[in-house]
């Protein structure tokens, strides 16, 4: 069975600190691996995808195969980052998304 | 392009009810798929629908259902409802069967 499993419900980072989102999947196929996050009052919106490999607003995300992780990263945290992420799974086939439950991070000026 | 709308945003209803949401794709998408979001279970998916068809169905007991028409527009209902139906129900667009999922504003919904 899938599992996304992100194990900080909330994170608190201090302006220009890096911050890292932790998440962990469980698949047993080539699972498609997402972050996706929502700001205050605005809906849910892609921020990576694994396969596009690319950075947006300076976060980047690398998958683990070995680790089964899938960890965002960003150098120099902003204020304007401070909102809820998920980390999301896709399997082989499907296109329904598996979410974790979130990571509320806060960026504290 | 207009993104993907959800009607009505906020519903009242009464244990024992049903209910019918609605959600509107982005123009040219034929896949839509629903989600729940609760504080306690957070965003669980609940079923897809392409090209009127249900392609995948996640782990909700049979008194949540679906349809997609031929516009592409998708009801969800919910019969009976109970206490634990309350939450953020999300509706997501995407072009194709694999394609990015764009996400509604979501309809609230309160059972009491």
């Known amino acids: 069975a899938q599992r996304v499993t992100q194990p900080e419900k909330l994170l608190s980072v201090f302006k220009g600190a890096p911050v890292e989102l932790k998440c962990n999947y469980s698949y047993s196929g080539s699972p498609e691996l997402f972050w996706y996050v929502q700001y205050s009052r605005q809906r849910l919106q892609l921020l990576l995808r694994?396969?596009s490999r690319e950075s947006i607003k300076g976060f980047t995300a690398d998958l683990n195969k070995g680790e089964t992780s899938f960890h965002l990263k960003k150098p120099f945290a902003q204020e304007e980052d401070s909102a809820m992420y998920y980390c999301a799974l896709k399997g082989t086939g499907a296109n329904n998304l598996f979410f974790g439950t979130g990571t509320r991070l806060t960026v504290i000026p | 392009k207009a993104g993907v709308t959800q009607t009505p945003r906020y519903l009242i209803k009464t244990r024992g009810q049903q209910v019918t949401l609605s959600c509107s794709p982005i123009s040219g998408h034929r896949s839509v798929s629903w989600y729940q979001q609760t504080p306690g279970q957070g965003l669980q998916f609940l079923f897809e629908?392409?090209?009127?068809?249900?392609?995948n169905k996640g782990n909700f007991p049979g008194r949540f259902s679906g349809r997609q028409f031929s516009n592409s527009r998708s009801e969800m209902n919910v019969s009976t409802l109970e206490l634990g139906d309350s939450a953020l129900y999300l509706c997501a667009s995407s072009l194709a069967s694999q394609g990015e999922q764009y996400f509604g504003p979501g309809t609230r919904l309160t059972v009491t």
């Open positions: 694994h396969i």
């Open positions: 629908y392409f090209s009127e068809t249900q392609r």
